[in-house]
T-cell receptor, first 112, second 112 residues
């Protein structure tokens, strides 16, 4: 079963708008990671946030983590058409032995 | 990511055939993983290996086997392919203190 559940499943916005994707998980974690996948291609790591961190930034990306609610959000600011992709959260749990458990992803479409 | 290569990139086979998917990496990582992705879904772990002598089953290992021929090579075999093994297969690596994973471009497999 999937550790992470993402919401929404699909999101369509206009260029320049912000996009927010959410991830919920079930067990305690060491860290939570976000990956991006362009259509049919391999996943690319975007950002990692550790369980003792609450917020992290990387360029136009902002990730928050609320361990009390077992949830995370990924915010992409000033979106571009090139941001169109699927975004996955993945959790690394203390009992996982460095294995990641992936959510089902959010399909983001940014319209020019 | 050119550091992780997969062959073949596309494969069509028939039910009952044995096939092998290969993965090579030049990142010098110890840990290697095989995932499958079904349309609209996240990734599910098939097998993983933390070094040449360490092979572990993931959540969906039935019908699959693996071989870690060297630190840089990790192969996935379908002993007797069946149509519900039609999917996109990804190899990934991680290593050292890095908790993130690096993915290959994927192999698209169709079992008729």
């Amino acid at each position: 079963s999937q550790q992470g559940e993402e919401d929404p499943q699909a999101l369509s916005i206009q260029e320049g708008e912000n996009a927010t994707m959410n991830c919920s998980y079930k067990t305690s974690i060491n860290n939570l990671q976000w990956y991006r996948q362009n259509s049919g291609r391999g996943l690319v790591h975007l950002i990692l946030i550790r369980s003792n961190e609450r917020e992290k930034h990387s360029g136009r990306l902002r990730v928050t983590l609320d361990t009390s609610k077992k949830s995370s959000s990924l915010l992409i600011t000033a979106s571009r058409a090139a941001d169109t992709a699927s975004y996955f959260c993945a959790t690394d749990a203390p009992t996982s032995g460095s294995r990641l458990t992936f959510g089902e992803g959010t399909q983001l479409t940014v319209n020019p | 990511d050119a550091d992780v290569t997969q062959t073949p990139r596309n494969r069509i086979t028939k039910t009952g055939k044995r096939i092998m998917l290969e993965c090579s990496q030049t990142k010098g990582h110890d840990r290697m993983y095989w995932y499958r992705q079904d349309p609209g879904l996240g990734l599910r772990l098939i097998y993983y290996s933390f070094d040449v002598k360490d092979i572990n089953k993931g959540e969906i290992s039935d019908g699959y086997s693996v071989s870690r021929q060297a630190q840089a090579k990790f192969s996935l075999s379908l002993e007797s392919a069946i149509p519900n093994q039609t999917a996109l297969y990804f190899c990934a690596t991680s290593g050292g203190t890095q908790e993130t994973q690096y993915f290959g471009p994927g192999t698209r497999l169709l079992v008729l």
